[in-house]
């Protein structure tokens, strides 16, 4: 292997560690709130962890269950009574909602002020005009790997792959915050792999499997592999699966100069800067000197 592992599950750990230090010296612990809606096997996984990981930053942790039956009226009901409720400071709806849920309608629910995932308008308006706000953990996790291999990100030419408003777009403007040249590309970019190949930091989030092939890479590359997909594991017996990113990593790990995993690579930094975005809207909120996180 020539690429260097960017180990996420480390940088996520140092950042969690952080996070715990200045929870330690606030008057009193954030409290996050999770709601999670049906019975997502994964969306249960990652709610585990997050909780998890909440409390051991220090935070107090609540957790919302609504059945998978629950209505449109219910979810947006509890959103709003979490919004307005004094002692939370962080509100995080797990998405996917199931299906017939209207999910724009339950985000515009949600207090701004405590939108921990950067998923709000108003989120995504002032990411837009470049003001101070809670960003979404994703893409914010994406770049401070980046800045793990490259400090100053200045003029450096990164290629999203993805225009999602979940991940494609704001990591865009989040890279562009750092002086980066950025490229979006998408299902309708012509000759992607030449595009791709002219990155110096490549960030593929489709959700498409092994899709980023080694000639897709200059040598040397930076390489932060959003997708996370299930696919069959044929060399484990039958019906098992296994996680593989948006990149081949067995190959292209002999042309990139750096290369996060999957797992371990971007997805822990997404919980870790939830916790970060917990505390600095409980600071916001509460009139505390923001920490330096």
């Not at 709610?47 to 409390?55: D, E, I, L």
């Not at 916001?284 to 000197?289: H, V």
């Amino acid at each position: 292997m020539t690429a260097a592992l960017i180990d996420g599950k480390a940088i996520a750990a140092d950042l969690r560690a952080a996070v715990a230090a200045a929870v330690s010296r606030l008057p009193r612990a954030p409290t996050l709130a999770v709601v999670l809606v049906g019975e997502n096997p994964a969306s249960q996984v990652y709610v585990r962890s997050k909780v998890k990981q909440t409390a051991e930053a220090g935070m107090v942790s609540k957790e919302f269950r609504l059945p998978l039956g629950a209505s449109q009226s219910e979810v947006e009901g509890l959103v709003q009574a979490l919004s307005a409720d004094p002692e939370i400071d962080g509100v995080l709806v797990q998405l996917p909602l199931p299906q017939g849920l209207d999910e724009a309608a339950v985000l515009a629910g949600l207090d701004p002020a405590k939108d921990v995932d950067g998923l709000t308008e108003i989120a995504a308006g002032r990411l837009v005009l470049g003001k101070p706000g809670l960003r979404p953990c994703t893409p914010e996790g994406c770049v401070i790997l980046a800045k793990t291999v490259h400090e100053d990100l200045t003029g450096a030419h990164v290629v999203v792959i993805g225009r999602s408003i979940l991940v494609g777009k704001p990591a865009s403007l989040l890279f562009l915050e750092q002086n980066a040249t950025v490229s979006m590309a998408h299902s309708k970019t012509k000759n992607l792999p030449a595009l791709c190949r002219s990155a110096d930091i490549l960030v593929p989030a489709v959700g498409r499997p092994l899709m980023v092939k080694a000639d897709w890479v200059r040598p040397g590359a930076t390489v932060i592999d959003v997708g996370i997909n299930r696919v069959p594991a044929s060399d484990q017996g039958e019906g098992k699966t296994r996680l593989v990113g948006d990149v081949d990593f067995d190959a292209v790990k002999d042309v990139a100069g750096a290369l996060t995993p999957v797992p371990g690579g971007v997805g822990p930094m997404t919980i870790a800067c939830l916790l970060r975005n917990t505390v600095i809207a409980a600071c916001r909120r509460r009139g505390w000197p923001l920490p330096s996180l």
